[in-house]
């Protein structure tokens, strides 16, 4: 195999696939350094950010990459919604409650989108799109748009945790909420605020699952092992790290493929958790310690 | 004291029993994958499996003229769904029989936790993997649909015959994919065929492109996939046509789904067929298309038949069965046992008085005449299909 065939077939694929995983890992590391628990029902939310993009384009004629941002504010709505609705009244309890309870609204959502659209496979488009040649390296238009637009949104979110004031509450939340909150940081509306974000993020990775492949009413759910792998890679609270986590389990999951039989492939991501578990539970960016 | 509450047990378990109808109805469970890979096939199985109950109901009932009616379940096409599934329809709603799952791995699971514990006649429309014949069932799990063990065989002879004797394997990774790939290669193999790569994949992945690379790699233009046409199966497609992995495609029936000439566009599947198996023209067949299509039903979907025929045998053993769980397997294969005074489909009136009378029936069904051999399997005839003007259409028997 030459240098191009291992770029192309194992490389690319894997940095798409990452892309998708990381915008998944970053919407779960957020939920982990502002609110503490797992999110189970991330994949899910995905899956419906994808599916009202579909709506959009198929029942509205909205551009292709115009559905993108009506799906990421509608999902934020619907993640405001479902946290005032359920998670917000078990905000006092153990966390362990509200982990199952995103494990009940992930079957609900899904059932939501089994109801509404169905469980046949959908698709953006019809037909296939072959990828062009840019010196040897073959991309599909909508491969550059997955990996740019999450470079770009990540690049978006950093700043506004940077720059802005309930950025920087959100960041004062994640490091000690108690001392925030005695600082007069207001926690429900920074609870909003990354609800609002989270929901968003979980629509673009949807989107972009489902532009690359088809859209299935359990996409989101079957995603949700490698995007905590690389949430907890990258080290947990950590942006830049969930970045660098969901590209590191793209491609690994893709390369796989060369080492062990391509029905271990699944297992990668498992592998990748359990091992960072075991060396390094910081993940490689230091992040907090479950 | 507790002979008090033993006793008000008691009242309260005759008290119901008299609030009970006279003629309680009589539930068959029907576990459909509703959801999951193979859901788009679902619906129109269902409805077969309706049309029959339909036509007891109203042809005199069954036993003493009580209704027959399905407790649908979902097994999603997964083991553990199955098994919730077929738990429930066995000890919650009391079913005499199952109709399903759908999904080999679920028939498997379903049956060696449940209903052959249990005592429940299964017949299953559409779970096709070599294992089920294997399994130690009590002689209680039958199909009406043959095994892959001769799909595979079949396929494999076909593409020979058609000069396609190097080829790349693909298979998803459960029972279905796997019983079906290795019935493939042993027949390829034995008749001179060169399998170049043979390798499992998950469902559900985002990508295959690496997978396939591997495929391509061993230099076969042909692919063989066997796996789901709405799952897997179709992201695998869709990625080998758009990065020219392969040029031609070979699939088994669970790739013979709408999904990809809906999703691909029939344009770029010129090079794809898919084997199915047919029901062999037959009156039995004629019939069942006649009225299917008359209850607005596409006689043409796959497993349609075999879903009918399980349905209406399973109604045909438990009325020679008088109800009693326990003979429904053993009246199954004497209502089908190819003696007796012919029933084809619909004739349920017929059936239900030369029951009756103590006559022997032998069911001729759409799908096929179904004389179940020792383990419980049918024998059948498989068709290649080609894409043409956006449908499937035959474009080879396969012997």
């Known amino acids: 195999m030459d240098f191009l065939e291992f770029v192309n077939f194992y490389i690319v694929p894997g940095l798409v696939l990452g892309s998708i995983y990381a915008l998944g890992a970053v919407g779960i590391t957020l939920v982990f350094a502002i609110l503490r628990y797992a999110h189970l029902a991330h994949g899910d939310m995905a899956t419906l950010g994808a599916f009202v993009a579909f709506a959009a384009v198929t029942l509205a004629g909205v551009p292709l990459y115009a559905a993108l941002p009506i799906a990421m504010v509608a999902t934020a709505l619907v993640a405001v919604g479902i946290d005032r609705l359920f998670y917000d009244y078990l905000r006092e309890r153990p966390r362990i409650v509200t982990v199952m309870a995103s494990l009940g609204v992930a079957l609900m959502v899904r059932s939501v989108v089994q109801v509404i659209w169905g469980v046949d496979a959908e698709t953006y488009t019809r037909g296939i799109v072959r990828p062009e040649n840019w010196w040897g390296i073959r991309l599909k238009d909508r491969e550059i748009a997955t990996v740019l637009t999450m470079i770009g949104l990540v690049l978006c979110l950093q700043l506004f945790l940077m720059k802005t004031k309930w950025g920087k509450a959100m960041r004062a939340m994640s490091d000690n909420p108690n001392l925030a909150l005695l600082s007069g940081v207001d926690n429900a509306k920074v609870v909003f605020v990354t609800w609002m974000i989270v929901g968003g993020l979980c629509a673009a990775a949807g989107f972009f699952l489902g532009l690359n492949t088809e859209l299935k009413s359990m996409m989101g759910w079957q995603m949700l092992l490698p995007m905590f792998a690389a949430a907890i890679l990258g080290g947990v609270g950590r942006i830049e790290g969930a970045v660098i986590g969901g590209l590191v389990v793209g491609v690994v999951e893709e390369v796989s493929v060369m080492f062990l039989p391509s029905e271990y492939k699944a297992a990668t991501a498992f592998a990748i958790l359990l091992v960072m578990l075991i060396v390094r539970p910081t993940g490689l960016l230091r992040g907090k310690v479950l | ?399």
């Open chain 2, 1 to 399: 004291m507790k002979k008090v509450h033993l006793a008000f047990a008691a009242t309260l378990l005759g008290a119901t029993a008299m609030a009970a109808p006279a003629h309680a109805d009589v539930k068959i469970g029907l576990l459909a994958g509703v959801s999951g890979p193979i859901a788009p096939m679902a619906p129109p199985m269902i409805d077969a499996a309706q049309l029959a109950v339909q036509q007891v109901n109203e042809q005199g009932g069954i036993l003493d003229g009580q209704k027959l009616v399905t407790v649908v379940g979902d097994s999603a096409c997964n083991p553990q769904n199955a098994t919730d599934a077929a738990t429930k329809a066995v000890n919650i709603e009391g079913v005499i029989a199952i109709v399903g799952p759908y999904c080999s791995g679920a028939v498997l699971a379903a049956a060696n936790s449940v209903t052959v514990p249990a005592g429940i006649t299964m017949i299953t429309p559409s779970g096709t993997s070599p294992e089920i014949s294997r399994l130690d069932d009590k002689d209680l799990v039958y199909r009406t649909v043959p095994s892959d063990d001769f799909q595979g065989r079949a396929l494999a002879r076909t593409l020979l015959e058609r000069g396609t004797d190097r080829v790349a394997v693909a298979y998803l990774n459960n029972d279905y994919g796997k019983g079906l790939a290795e019935a493939f290669k042993s027949e390829f193999e034995e008749r001179g065929g060169e399998i170049t790569a043979f390798a499992a994949h998950e469902d559900g992945k985002a990508s295959y492109r690496s997978d396939l690379a591997e495929l391509a790699a061993g230099g076969a233009d042909t692919l063989v996939i066997f796996d789901y046409g709405d799952g897997a199966g179709l992201t695998m497609l869709r990625q080998a046509l758009e990065n020219g992995f392969f040029e031609n495609f070979v699939g088994g029936d669970g790739m013979k789904s709408d999904a990809p000439i809906k999703a691909l566009g029939a344009e770029n599947l010129t090079t794809f067929t898919a084997s199915s198996p047919v029901g062999e023209t037959s009156q039995a067949l004629e019939l069942f298309n006649e009225v299917f299509k008359a209850a607005g039903g596409d006689p043409d979907a796959i497993f349609v038949t075999t879903s009918y025929d399980a349905t209406f045998l399973a109604a045909l053993a438990i009325e020679k069965a008088g109800g009693d769980k326990t003979k429904v397997a053993e009246a199954l294969r004497s209502v089908s046992d190819g003696r007796g005074e012919v029933i084809l489909p619909g004739e349920w009136r017929k059936a239900k008085e030369l029951i009756a009378a103590g006559t022997d029936i032998d069911y001729e069904g759409a799908a096929g005449d179904h004389d179940f051999d020792e383990r419980g399997d049918v024998p059948g005839a498989y068709a290649l299909f080609k894409v043409e003007d956006g449908a499937f259409v035959v474009d080879a028997e396969m012997k």
